[in-house]
């Protein structure tokens, strides 16, 4: 059973900037990708960022050009920049580990909260 640790969510006024890191207990599979989705009690849980083994990466429309996503390297944390933040980026953000940069695997994160607000 894949474990997934997060930190570094918490409070945050708009334009500032956050890191949200997460590392795996275990990878399995010679192909895997890590990523963050985010979820508010309004909406569904939609994709943030994700980052495979071999470079490849997606950005949500709302990411691309303010996060940067890195990692996974041996240490099997990734690492998201967050920067410019918006009040709309409130949410819970989740930490998963899968086999495609176009649905999440199957393991989750506790995730950590994020709240932008002035």
């Known amino acids: 059973q894949v474990q997934l640790v997060e930190s570094g969510g918490g409070p945050v006024q708009p334009g500032g900037s956050l890191r949200l890191s997460c590392t795996a207990s275990?990878?399995?599979?010679?192909?895997?990708?890590m990523g963050w989705y985010r979820q508010t009690p309004e909406n569904q849980r939609e994709l943030v960022a994700v980052i495979s083994n071999v470079g490849s990466r997606r950005y949500s429309d709302f990411a691309r050009g303010r996060f940067t996503i890195s990692g996974p390297g041996a240490n099997k944390t990734v690492t998201l920049e967050m920067n410019h933040l918006k009040i709309e980026d409130t949410a819970m953000y989740y930490c998963n580990i899968g086999g495609s940069v176009w649905s999440p695997g199957d393991y989750w994160g506790q995730g950590t909260q994020v709240t932008v607000s002035s």
């Open positions: 275990e990878i399995t599979g010679r192909l895997y990708v």
